[in-house]
């Protein structure tokens, strides 16, 4: 980099950002960012900013769909949950929609038919015809319906959706099936992306037995090597993020585990949005066994060490919070979503809704704004995620 900027100076020849990537001889695997794919959409439009410069995400999360199917009540929740997708997408008209986790309450849907929940809960993004993708959470993970199921069918019966699987030589190495990131352009026809949307599988499940599919309840250590090499890589072909000016935003269903101390320093006034829901055991990642505390903390460093002019990081999983706090430790920025489902752990007042993301700029230095819309159209906990920012 040192002679690339050097060069750069003294001849005037562009600089191209060929940085070879040094590869561990004594690594064990056989990753590297050949495997990488830089232009993983070839065959579905680009996402762009619009012409004025904005881009309007709208999250979607824990829809729980599926719950007791041999209930009135279940499909009732859900026939309330689509109600609740059009609605919101009638009026918000969003550049893209972010499926948070929790689609599908696994473990009460039946082998034959699970898949088909994917079917009703993409149906309201097919009819808007808005891009979108998802993460999966643990309630995704059981024996009748996985990640890596719910990936396969949503690509079947959904041609906008751009949910990758994890690359191919991370399988079976506990990655979690959905581990993948999507780019965003200013317009069209440039030649790099101003803006880079991460997703994470945070994996978990609680079924046992023969046919159980739980997984840690945490990223795998091994995608912090992921997030390197793909970083390398984009920097390689598209400079580093600092120095191009582009900006990335992360998903991630089940929320890092630093973010069970940001609680007890709350601020209403800086922090706003509901703040119901006490996080404990099985509210963050890796919180359950002591043994475990402490294991998403290779994936949380890597996100923040590598992945430059990130705007913030954005869970579901805790249904009654809604906040957004800054990450002391690596001075990052904290949300959670807000319950979209009607299925799912609620209470009476949490009400049901989305967190919108609106980019004013693909600048990395303009935060975007973000606030929860409910289902009425009320909205609250307004914050600018910017520098500014407690
Ligand atoms: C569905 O929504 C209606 C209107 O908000 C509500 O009265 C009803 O209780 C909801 N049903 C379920 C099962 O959540
Ligand atoms: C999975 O589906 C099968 C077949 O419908 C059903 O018998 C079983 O109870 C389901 N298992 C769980 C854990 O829900
Ligand atoms: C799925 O299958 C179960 C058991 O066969 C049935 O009770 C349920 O109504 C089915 N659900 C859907 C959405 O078809
Ligand atoms: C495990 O799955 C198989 C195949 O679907 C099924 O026949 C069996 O009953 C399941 N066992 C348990 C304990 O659920
Ligand atoms: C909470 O934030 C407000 C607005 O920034 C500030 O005036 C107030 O002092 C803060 N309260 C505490 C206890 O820090």
């Not at 997984?215 to 390689?236: F, G, Q």
């Amino acid at each position: 980099m040192l002679f690339c900027l050097l060069l750069g100076v003294l001849t005037t020849v562009p600089c191209i950002w060929a940085i070879p990537l040094a590869q561990d001889p004594h690594s064990a695997s056989s990753r590297s960012t050949e495997t990488i794919e830089l232009n993983p959409y070839a065959n579905k439009p680009r996402l762009t900013f619009r012409k004025d410069g904005t881009f309007k995400i709208t999250v979607f999360s824990d829809l729980h769909y599926g719950e007791n199917p041999w209930d009135d009540w279940g499909p009732e929740q859900d026939v309330n949950s689509t109600r609740l997708m059009n609605t919101v997408l009638t009026s918000e008209k969003p550049d893209y929609v972010v499926l948070n986790g929790d689609l599908i309450t696994g473990e009460n849907t039946f082998r034959e038919n699970s898949t088909t929940l994917i079917d009703e809960i993409v149906s309201p993004l097919n009819k808007f015809k808005i891009p979108f993708s998802s993460t999966h959470g643990n309630h995704d993970n059981e024996p009748n319906i996985t990640h890596a199921e719910e990936i396969k069918r949503e690509l079947q019966v959904a041609p906008l959706s751009y949910t990758r699987a994890a690359p191919a030589w991370a399988d079976g190495e506990g990655y979690g099936p959905g581990t993948y990131w999507v780019p965003v352009y200013t317009k069209a026809s440039d030649r790099n992306p101003s803006l880079i949307l991460w997703f994470f599988d945070s994996r978990g499940g609680f079924s046992e037995g023969a046919n159980s599919t739980s997984l840690p309840d945490w990223v795998d250590a091994a995608v912090a090597e992921w997030i390197e090499l793909t970083v390398a890589k984009m920097n390689s072909a598209w400079g580093p993020a600092d120095k191009v000016g582009r900006g990335s935003l992360s998903f991630v269903h089940i929320p890092p585990h630093v973010v069970q101390d940001l609680q007890a320093n709350l601020n209403s006034t800086q922090d706003p949005g509901l703040n119901a829901d006490e996080l404990g055991e099985g509210s963050t990642q890796a919180s359950g066994e002591a043994a475990n505390l402490g294991k998403d903390a290779p994936f949380w460093d890597a996100l923040n060490a590598q992945v430059l002019n990130l705007h913030g990081v954005i869970s579901g999983h805790d249904h009654g919070n809604e906040w957004c706090k800054r990450e002391p430790t690596k001075n990052v920025i904290f949300c959670f979503d807000k319950h979209a489902g009607y299925g799912g752990y609620s209470s009476p007042g949490w009400g049901h809704g989305v967190r919108n993301i609106v980019f004013r700029s693909p600048d990395p230095k303009v935060g975007p704004e973000t606030w929860i819309r409910m289902e009425d159209g009320e909205t609250h906990a307004r914050i600018i995620m910017d520098s500014s920012y407690n």
